[in-house]
């Protein structure tokens, strides 16, 4: 598989503080990575040596093959940035802004228009941008970075601001962009999202990577018991008990809770005692993963 970003023994500091102190990454081509950490952990500083936005002072680095920094112009028109800080002509209407990021990469309007719309934002599209809501340019800053139909595209904390609804709509995007075998790297808070939608997180902190791999490996490494809910009035305690590979059983209301770390084989003695009708899984989430981790990273 060929790789989008390779990061070697990357190190950046600001004065006394090493914002990324020792990083190694390598991305694949195709890939959905999230870039999870608590604030300050160095996640902006990273994505922003990758970028070329910022030079590091100790290690390399390569995007698509190339070296990002200084400002590398064969890489522009291959790569899609949207920042926290997203530079906008704030006296150009939305429509107007997009149109002069198209053209500075040699496309017409129409690829413009077509960004406006990938990102339901065409309704405002006659607004000027310092007009715009906090979300509406949020999206307006996403739509800046997928103008040219990048290959590799970044996004920091694109979810931040948005509410429910565009946040779906964005979800959508993503993995329309990861279908379309872009690489997406994008740093977010919101861990339930990283579990949906990333191939892989690397959990960052201290300027270090503290896990990195599937949030289904990284959950199963950390804890790998499953709970079986099951309702009381199917199956009795002393029964449950008794069946292969339950480790605990718990009473939640009308609920028994049924602990195991071989889920297959208690499933399967569930099914021939009482039926799988009304049966739920519970496993652990890439939350508690990550607060295990950031906890045990800070004590
Ligand atoms: P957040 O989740 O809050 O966005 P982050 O993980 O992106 O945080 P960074 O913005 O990379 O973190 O910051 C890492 C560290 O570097 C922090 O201690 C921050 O205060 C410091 N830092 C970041 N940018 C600068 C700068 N331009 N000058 C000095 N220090 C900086």
């Known amino acids: 598989m060929s790789t989008a970003i390779d990061v070697v023994g990357l190190h950046k500091s600001y004065g006394d503080v090493h914002a990324v102190d020792g990083i190694s990454l390598r991305v694949a081509t ?18 922003e040596v990758v970028e070329g936005l910022r030079e590091p002072d100790a ?23 949207q920042t926290q800080s ?8 939305a429509r107007e802004h997009l149109r002069t990021m198209a053209a500075l990469y040699g496309l017409g309007d129409r690829e413009a228009d077509a960004a406006l719309e990938r990102v339901s934002l065409v309704e405002k599209a ?4 310092n007009k715009l809501s906090g979300g509406q340019r949020q999206r307006l800053a996403i739509a800046s970075a997928l103008v040219h139909d990048p290959e590799l595209v970044f996004f920091d904390e694109p979810t931040a601001a948005l509410d429910p609804q565009a946040r779906r709509d964005l979800w959508r995007l993503l993995l329309e962009l990861k279908g379309d075998g872009k690489t997406i790297v994008y740093t977010t808070h919101h861990l339930e999202e990283a ?5 892989r997180v690397a959990i960052v902190s201290g300027g270090r990577i503290v896990a990195l791999g599937s949030p289904r490996d990284l959950i199963g490494e950390a804890d790998p ?8 009035r199917r199956l009795d305690r002393d029964t449950a008990a008794t069946l292969p590979g339950v480790i605990q059983v718990d009473v939640e209301g009308e609920d028994l809770v049924l602990t195991t ?19 739920r899984t519970r496993t652990a989430s890439l939350e508690d993963v990550y607060l295990d981790l950031i906890g045990a990273s800070n004590a």
């Open 30 to 47: 195709g890939e959905f990575l999230g870039i999870l950490g608590p604030n300050g952990a160095g996640k902006t500083t990273l994505i």
């Open 59 to 81: 290690g390399t680095v390569r995007v698509l093959g190339e070296d990002p920094h200084p400002r590398n112009r064969a890489l522009l028109p291959r790569i899609g940035v």
């Open 86 to 93: 997203s530079a906008f002509f704030t006296r150009l209407t």
């Open 126 to 129: 006659d607004a000027r941008v």
């Open 195 to 199: 579990e949906t939608l990333c191939d």
């Open 225 to 232: 018991r499953v709970q079986l809910v099951v309702p009381r």
């Open 261 to 279: 770390e071989d889920a297959g084989s208690l499933l399967t003695a569930i099914s021939a005692a009482v039926g799988l009708d009304g049966i």
